[in-house]
């Protein structure tokens, strides 16, 4: 791993930054690897360091068609909790949640992990109904929550309008504490030199194209860098998993929609936790920068464009000028969209596919980068046992024929 003495770091600035080495990445991949990660999000870069670090496999390569981080996990907004509904999920996302805890020391890269909070509005009392029950399962889960009445979020959120006459009435909320939030870029980026330095090649621009087989089972990949011989295969490309599996002749119970988000004018500090209103679709948080983080509701109509339409841009920003007036006259810096992954049990798919030695790891939809840590351990796992993790194991295909389904729209965050 690289260190710089303060002597090199001064000479770098005083140098016009000229001569760093580059802490991950080669231009061309070798003829073969043990194994191929396709995908270099979160969960793919997460993947090859756990195959490194957890199993000893080193001869890994993760091959991602654009640059690392260039899709959902640098475009997402960040939010980290584990406030989910069934076992399962609790299980799977708050082990997560722990691994993002020491995550910083375990890479040796600061992913700026903030346990601010994590605030459900509720509106109504139909909606304060709802957040109890989820509270209690989330206790019943061994999951901190608690039930906040609608003093305490103007205690918590001072800039909202909880007064009687609010378009969008305050009637309460929840709070999970050990919520927040994490530099998106960082967790990529500490995953990725971590990787690289237990020998794993990350190869940027290089696009999987095609899948090769031999005697039926998967024997490498067909990039625009070349063909690739690899035993084992994992996909791990969030919304492109339906078209790329559909190359090995998988079809995938899988949607692709664009989900957007904004970033306001950077101003001084007004919030400190994140803030998320189940009933209307829209969420923020304050970026260390000053910038307000902003989200909404998935675009309605199934897309491929990392553009995202107005409409969406419109009513979440009307939420929440009624509910934060004191923002309304703030500027957007940025807009965006990302394609997410979406399984109609709003649930991941960890598992082996029907080609033995080709593995996926899809279905986050709008909630997979807190998620990145444990996605990336247990899908290692999978990978080098060739059998599913136990916390994976109720995310496999096997769902889909069994009726086992995990049904976590209701606390999705963000429906999908
Ligand atoms: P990605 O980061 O998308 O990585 C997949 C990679 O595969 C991409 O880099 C892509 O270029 C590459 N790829 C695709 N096809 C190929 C190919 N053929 N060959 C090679 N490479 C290929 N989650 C949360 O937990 N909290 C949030 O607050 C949150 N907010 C979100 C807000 C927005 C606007 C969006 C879009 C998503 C949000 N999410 C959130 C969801 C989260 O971002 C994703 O679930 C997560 O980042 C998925 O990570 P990934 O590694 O699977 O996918
Ligand atoms: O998963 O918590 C989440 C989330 C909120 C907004 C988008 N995703």
């Known amino acids: 791993m690289q260190r710089y003495s303060l002597a090199a770091l001064l000479r770098h600035g005083l140098n016009g930054h000229r001569g ?25 870069l997460a993947t090859a ?9 080193r001869r890994v390569a993760v091959l991602e068609k654009g640059w690392i981080g260039g899709g959902n996990t640098g475009r997402n907004t960040t939010i980290i909790r584990s406030n989910y509904l069934f076992p399962e999920s609790a299980a799977f996302y708050d082990f997560s949640v722990k691994l993002y805890e020491k995550l910083s020391r375990t890479l040796n890269y600061n992913i700026m992990f903030s346990q601010r909070g994590m605030i459900l509005l509720a509106h109504s009392r139909h909606d304060m109904e709802n957040v109890s029950r989820w509270a209690s399962a989330m206790h019943l889960n061994g999951i901190d929550a608690e039930i906040l009445d609608a003093a305490r979020v103007k205690k918590l959120v001072p800039i909202i ?19 927040g939030s994490a530099r998106h870029d960082a967790v990529a980026w500490g995953y990725a030199r971590a990787a690289a330095a237990r020998g794993v090649d990350i190869v940027q621009n290089c696009e999987v194209l095609g899948f090769e087989t031999a005697a039926g089972r998967i024997s490498g990949v067909v990039t625009s860098k070349g063909t690739i011989a690899a035993p084992k295969v994992a996909i791990a490309v969030a919304g492109h998993s339906s078209a790329l599996a559909a190359k090995a002749g998988i079809e995938l119970p899988v949607n692709s929609y664009a989900l957007q988000a904004f970033v306001s004018e950077p101003v001084k500090p007004m919030l400190d ?3 998320l209103s189940p009933a209307t679709g829209m969420y923020f948080s304050q970026s260390d920068k000053g910038e307000l983080v902003i989200g909404g509701g998935l ?11 107005f409409p969406t841009v419109e009513k979440t920003v009307a939420a929440m000028v009624d509910m934060f007036p004191s923002v309304g006259r703030l500027r957007f810096m940025r807009q965006w969209a990302g394609i997410v992954d979406v399984v109609h049990d709003s649930s991941p798919i960890i598992d082996r596919t029907s080609v033995p030695g080709l593995y996926i790891n899809c279905g986050w939809g709008t909630g997979g980068f807190k998620a990145i840590p444990a996605g990336g351990w247990t899908f290692a796992h999978t990978i080098a046992h060739d059998d599913p993790h136990p916390l994976a194991k109720p995310f496999g295909f096997a769902r889909f024929t069994s009726g086992a389904m995990i049904d976590e729209a209701a606390a999705a965050g963000i429906a999908h």
Do not use: C, F, K
């Open 273 to 275: 936790t994140v803030v």
């Open 299 to 309: 675009d309605l109509y199934a897309s491929y464009a990392q553009r995202g339409n």
């Open 49 to 57: 360091y756990y195959l490194a670090e957890n199993h000893g496999l």
């Open 20 to 44: 760093w080495q580059a802490n991950w990445g080669v231009e061309q991949p070798q003829a073969s690897y043990d194994a191929i990660v396709i995908g270099g999000g979160g969960h793919g």
């Open 161 to 179: 309008d909880a007064s009687p006459s609010a378009r969008i009435p305050i009637y309460g909320g929840m709070n999970q504490p050990r919520g």
